[in-house]
């Protein structure tokens, strides 16, 4: 019997050893590692100029795809999410997709007051974050 009891805690404490294994590896993902040709390092606070632009991010180390975009106005927000297509998003005022590995998005001009672009992208169980902030275009 004493031996039975033995054999019975020592193949449940096997059992937890692997689950537990298991449970740590699939939670320790690398964080998303981008390349920009500006040499941004504050993804969450990118300046975009009233005439607006485009700014080109490099995957190093995943496959991503979008999951949505979030336009912020005067404390209004609204959330756009991709279709059917995994790498591509029309907001009012931007267009944001993925080829090959690299976000590109795109802002247009900005005519009213300050406004925000916030895009979420993903590759599995690790995400990445990024706040583009524009200003009002002034007229003279």
Do not use: H
């Not at 907001?91 to 690299?102: D, R």
């Not at 976000?103 to 599995?124: D, H, Y």
Request: proline content about 3%; overall charge negative.
């Amino acid at each position: 019997m004493r031996n039975l009891i033995y054999l019975v805690l020592i193949s449940l404490f096997s059992i937890f050893q692997s689950c537990d294994k298991c449970d740590n590896e699939d939670g320790k993902w690398e964080a998303m590692k981008w390349e920009n040709e500006i040499k941004l390092s504050d993804y969450n606070n990118i300046i975009v100029p009233a005439a607006g632009g485009e700014y080109t991010f490099s995957c190093l180390n995943y496959s991503p795809w979008l999951i949505n975009a979030t336009e912020i106005y005067k404390n209004d927000c609204k959330e756009f999410i991709r279709d059917n297509d995994l790498y591509k998003i029309e907001t009012s005022f931007a267009s944001i997709k993925i080829i090959n590995k690299k976000l590109i998005v795109t802002i247009l001009p900005n005519g009213t007051p300050e406004r925000t672009l916030k895009v979420l992208v993903t590759a599995g169980d690790v995400f990445s974050y990024f706040t583009f902030n524009q200003g009002t275009l002034l007229c003279y």
